[in-house]
């Protein structure tokens, strides 16, 4: 993509949303068949964004509709919208969907939840007692047979620094990530791989044993606020680094499919006045 001395100018500055999105769109890779569940914005656009950049011949399924590929003229707020099927080039029936999946034919899922814990299991059910929850979560839908049998999962969320999401262990464990109480997934026969990425508000892990490693941080984030909000204790990488700054063609990508900014519903207003900007000397992929 060429950009206008103008787009360049317009894209110096930009928000902890959009750094956000391109951290997961950064996760897929080219060639991969990839999906994200209901409720996503912000998995919904990263997917977008890395169809319309360094994964073009991915194979995009979005969560509700099931649309391949889709055209959209905008990213609209709720993940049914029938805007999301405009231009698709095929439409996948339920059945055919979780049976690809089963075959393992799906390569990526992303995944979020009101908890997650080191192993990268995730709770969408109930906070505390599941007799007695304080909180009735929205419930997992098939996302607990998908996480089975796809490839790969990249976790995400925005409520790290509230201390509540990234706990020692799920109340309820909704899709499951490398090993639960019961075994790991080899134990249990599921032929998916599991978490390889988790990326919040604050930094990005992965999960080389299985359990989650912090690789990366936000240029205005100490390894002690990740410490302070993370209710497990964690391995921090050797050559713990800065997230990768967005490019100016990614930053461009995210303002067209997304001019309603639905990604932003997914911050805190806090967190939204996270402003950024490429400084002189440093370097992006543009």
């Given at each position: 993509m060429?950009?206008?001395?103008?787009?360049r100018d317009a894209?110096?500055?930009?928000?902890?949303?959009?750094?956000?999105v391109v951290?997961?769109a950064?996760?897929?890779?080219?060639?991969?068949a990839?999906?994200?569940?209901?409720g996503?914005?912000?998995?919904?656009?990263?997917?977008?964004?890395?169809?319309?950049?360094?994964?073009?011949?991915?194979?995009?399924?979005?969560?509700?509709?099931y649309?391949?590929?889709?055209?959209?003229?905008?990213i609209?707020?709720?993940?049914?919208?029938?805007?999301?099927?405009?231009?698709?080039?095929?439409?996948?029936?339920?059945?055919?969907?979780?049976?690809?999946?089963?075959?393992?034919?799906?390569?990526?899922m992303?995944?979020?939840?009101?908890?997650?814990?080191?192993?990268?299991?995730?709770?969408?059910?109930?906070?505390g007692?599941?007799?007695?929850?304080?909180?009735?979560?929205?419930?997992?839908g098939?996302?607990?047979n998908?996480?089975?049998t796809?490839?790969?999962?990249?976790?995400?969320?925005?409520?790290h620094?509230?201390?509540?999401?990234?706990?020692?262990?799920?109340?309820f464990?909704?899709?499951?990530?490398?090993?639960?109480k019961?075994?790991?997934?080899?134990?249990?026969?599921?032929?998916?791989?599991?978490?390889e990425?988790?990326?919040t508000?604050?930094?990005?892990?992965?999960?080389?044993?299985?359990?989650?490693?912090?690789?990366?941080?936000f240029?205005?984030?100490?390894l002690?606020?990740v410490?302070?909000?993370t209710?497990?204790?964690?391995?921090?990488?050797?050559?713990?680094?800065q997230?990768?700054?967005?490019s100016?063609?990614?930053?461009?990508?995210?303002?067209?499919?997304d001019?309603?900014?639905v990604r932003?519903q997914?911050f805190?207003?806090?967190?939204l006045?996270?402003?950024f900007?490429?400084?002189?000397?440093?370097?992006c992929?543009c």
């Amino acid at each position: 993509m060429t950009l206008t001395a103008g787009a360049r100018d317009a894209t110096l500055t930009f928000t902890i949303d959009e750094w956000f999105v391109v951290t997961l769109a950064r996760t897929i890779k080219d060639r991969e068949a990839v999906f994200h569940g209901f409720g996503s914005p912000c998995a919904q656009v990263a997917m977008h964004v890395a169809r319309h950049t360094h994964a073009r011949d991915m194979l995009l399924v979005e969560g509700a509709t099931y649309a391949v590929n889709p055209e959209p003229a905008f990213i609209p707020p709720t993940g049914n919208d029938l805007a999301l099927q405009h231009r698709a080039v095929y439409q996948l029936r339920f059945e055919e969907f979780f049976d690809a999946a089963t075959r393992g034919d799906i390569d990526r899922m992303f995944l979020s939840g009101g908890q997650i814990d080191a192993w990268g299991n995730t709770n969408v059910t109930a906070v505390g007692p599941i007799d007695r929850p304080k909180v009735k979560l929205g419930g997992g839908g098939g996302g607990c047979n998908l996480a089975a049998t796809i490839k790969n999962l990249t976790l995400w969320t925005t409520r790290h620094r509230s201390g509540r999401t990234l706990v020692e262990e799920c109340d309820f464990v909704t899709d499951m990530g490398h090993r639960m109480k019961a075994g790991t997934r080899k134990e249990l026969g599921f032929t998916g791989g599991g978490p390889e990425w988790l990326v919040t508000e604050l930094g990005v892990f992965d999960y080389p044993d299985g359990r989650a490693r912090l690789r990366q941080t936000f240029p205005d984030v100490t390894l002690e606020q990740v410490r302070d909000a993370t209710g497990f204790a964690f391995d921090v990488a050797g050559d713990l680094r800065q997230v990768s700054l967005p490019s100016l063609a990614e930053l461009t990508v995210i303002r067209s499919v997304d001019p309603l900014g639905v990604r932003r519903q997914e911050f805190s207003p806090a967190e939204l006045q996270r402003v950024f900007e490429h400084g002189a000397g440093t370097g992006c992929a543009c």
